[in-house]
């Protein structure tokens, strides 16, 4: 076993540990033994109330809310971490994240529409709310994708589409205000909330609602990884190499909108995981993505696990945002990177 | 005819009122070395992007071992005709051997690992380049023209039967572009490679090209053998040199022609000089 190996098996190993004990901690922290009475059989279940109230509670809580939660966690930290990765490899600069990009904002503007809006629609038993962050994702990814042109045409430098990114994002953020502003008092504390990024997950829907757009957008991301290697080599490069540089964009937008979409509607726009995980996994592992893809899956997943478990410890019984959270340890790490030109070979251009 | 890798039929483009290249005609066969020379701007660039697909809206044919050029996927592409880019912008942040093994991506099948025969192109390339010592080195620790090799190995890795190159010795030092141009030698010579390099140095192309090109504002001013060149006034010129034409010498040893700028010799009587 090669080093990149190893380091794939203990962040296999970690994310086993980490779904088998995050479950566990918070609040109350639950006895390991209500993992085998899920509390799905309503005969056992009372049988187990009348037995021991409050296990039978501990069980109840393991399973409808713990559980999922950290499923969830997992997976938009997953997807987070690819969709970051994905933006780093095409546009060769490790800034460029769905994030900072400004297509979590158009997810978010879509999603705070849809919640304003009250209309329910949904879609082959999709709901209506992660469909609406799609489009906006689609609408914000059109624009960086506008952006890209114009840079690569005039030959702008890397920072362009960054800046072009944060005004993006203003520009949908303020959107947002405005839908806020004119939303109802209670509609408007949902929305607001909902941008601190926050996962509250009851029961199993959010995550079965998650998956297919996990499964279609991850999938799509790790079907490339020689392209996103040859894209760090240049796009004209990996042209003449056989790469079909637009058509890999198309699927990387389409498969980031769906990643990020899903992510956004269900957890709001997190910040900042997609950017640190998949640039840790590179000082661990180097460039090549057939390795730095799994990793980032796993440790943007296993980082963002850890960051709720914070979150809904750290002043419990009250909850924090986890997004809160995860800006607070990524501001200073996004600095960090600006600042200093790091070793883990992607730099700021 | 088989033996044609790559075919130029009356090649033109126009971008809005201005003509970047009129009528272009050459071909190329096997085991050729040919040289495109030219003053800047005379469409060189534009050429290669016609030929790399990087530029799509031209009239008039291109086709590769006869086949025509829009019609080749992506890939097929690659595994008939290989570039080397100029030498310029960052460098990629990867190690020699893994930058060299990226060249045979159109060779691979989606999700299958390196066969042993991709493994044996790989160092071949290797040896060849004489890039064996530093397989393991990143490609920004490397010297422009280290880099450069690594670039020529990427691209011979990829086995395709023509080899372009653009400009491959234009910012490096003397020596460093020396040992450049005796890669490109060997390959030619050796390896038997067929090559079409974009240069701005005369005499190495008329030294060593089985034939050369001159582009002049968008026309194919000359395609000739460098022994040709010697006659007539064709090299001055492409370069506008006519009023003080370029002192042309033939090397003893090879039966080749190569020039002096008159600067260098001023008073001499212009044309053959033998040494």
């Known amino acids: 076993m090669n080093r990149k190996q190893k380091v794939i098996g ?117 709901d209506g709310l992660p469909l609406a962050a799609f489009a906006g994702a689609l609408l914000a990814m ?42 109802d008092f209670t509609n408007s504390f949902r929305i607001l909330r909902w941008l601190m990024g926050g996962l509250e997950v009851v029961g199993f829907t959010q995550v079965w609602q998650l998956l297919p757009f996990a499964l279609v957008g991850s999938a799509l991301i790790f079907s ?56 840790m996994c590179r000082l661990l592992l180097g460039p090549g993505h057939s390795y730095l893809a799994p990793a980032t899956f796993l440790l943007g997943g296993i980082f963002l696990t850890w960051c709720d478990t914070l979150a809904r410890t750290l002043i419990s019984p009250a909850e924090m945002p986890v997004g809160v959270i995860t800006a607070l340890l990524g501001g200073p790490f996004f600095l960090w990177l600006l600042l200093g030109r790091t070793r883990g070979g992607l730099h700021v251009q | 005819m088989a033996d044609t890798v790559l075919s130029i039929q009356d090649l033109s483009v126009r971008i809005g009122d201005a003509v970047l290249l009129q009528n272009i005609s050459f071909s190329i066969r096997t085991g050729e070395r040919v040289s495109l020379i030219g003053p800047n701007g005379a469409g060189k660039t534009t050429l290669l992007k016609c030929l790399t697909r990087i530029h799509t809206q031209y009239t008039g044919a291109i086709t590769l071992q006869g086949i025509p050029l829009p019609t080749l996927k992506q890939k097929e592409l690659a595994r008939l005709m290989s570039w080397v880019p100029q030498g310029e912008g960052d460098a990629p942040p990867f190690r020699v051997e893994e930058f060299v093994t990226l060249g045979r991506y159109c060779r ?57 190159l653009d400009e491959p010795t234009t910012f490096l030092d003397p020596r460093q572009s020396m040992e450049i141009e005796d890669l490109l030698f060997e390959l030619h010579q050796r390896a038997k490679r067929t090559l079409l390099v974009v240069t701005h140095d005369i005499n190495r192309a ?50 080749r022609l190569f020039i002096v700028p008159d600067t260098v010799l001023g008073n001499l009587p212009s044309g053959e000089v033998g040494l």
């Open chain 2, 108 to 164: 691979l099948k989606p999700f299958v690992a390196p066969s042993p025969e991709d493994r044996a192109k790989v160092e071949s390339a290797l040896t060849l380049c004489g890039l064996e010592e530093f397989r393991s080195r990143t490609l920004a620790t490397l010297s422009g023209g280290e880099r450069q090799k690594v670039h020529i190995a990427a691209a011979l890795a990829q086995d395709a039967p023509l080899m372009l």
């Open chain 1, 142 to 183: 059109s624009f960086v994708y506008g952006i890209t042109h114009v840079t690569a045409e005039r030959r702008l430098p890397g920072a362009t589409l960054l800046l072009a990114g944060v005004a993006m994002s203003f520009f949908f953020s303020s959107l947002i205000l405005l839908i806020q502003y004119l939303s």
């Open chain 1, 224 to 279: 490339l990884n020689r392209e996103f290697d040859l894209l760090l080599t240049g796009e004209s490069v990996a042209m003449g190499r056989g790469v079909r540089v637009d058509k890999v964009k198309k699927k990387v937008f389409l498969a980031t909108s769906l990643m990020i979409g899903g992510v956004v509607a269900f957890c709001g726009p997190i910040g900042f995981v997609g950017m640190m995980a998949p640039h």
């Open chain 2, 206 to 255: 008329l030294l060593e090209s089985d034939r050369v090109l001159g582009l002049k504002q968008g026309k194919l001013l000359f395609d000739l053998p460098p022994e040709k060149l010697i006659e007539g006034t064709l090299l001055d010129e492409l370069f506008d040199r006519q009023k003080r034409p370029f002192i042309k010498a033939v090397h003893p040893g090879l039966n």
């Open chain 1, 10 to 126: 203990v962040l296999s190993l970690l994310t086993v540990a980490t779904l088998l004990t995050a479950p566990f901690l918070g609040m109350e922290n639950i006895a390991f033994e209500a993992l085998l009475h899920p509390p799905w059989d309503n005969a056992r279940y009372l049988a187990l109330q009348a037995e021991d109230g409050r296990f039978a509670l501990e069980t109840q809580i393991l399973w409808t809310l713990r559980i999922p939660r950290v499923l969830v966690a997992f997976l938009a930290g997953s997807l987070l971490g690819l969709g970051g990765m994905a933006f780093q490899a095409l546009f060769r600069n490790p800034l460029a994240t769905p994030y900072t990009l400004g297509v979590a904002s158009g997810a978010s503007l879509g999603a705070a529409a849809y919640v304003s809006f009250g209309v329910v629609i949904g879609f082959m038993g999709i």
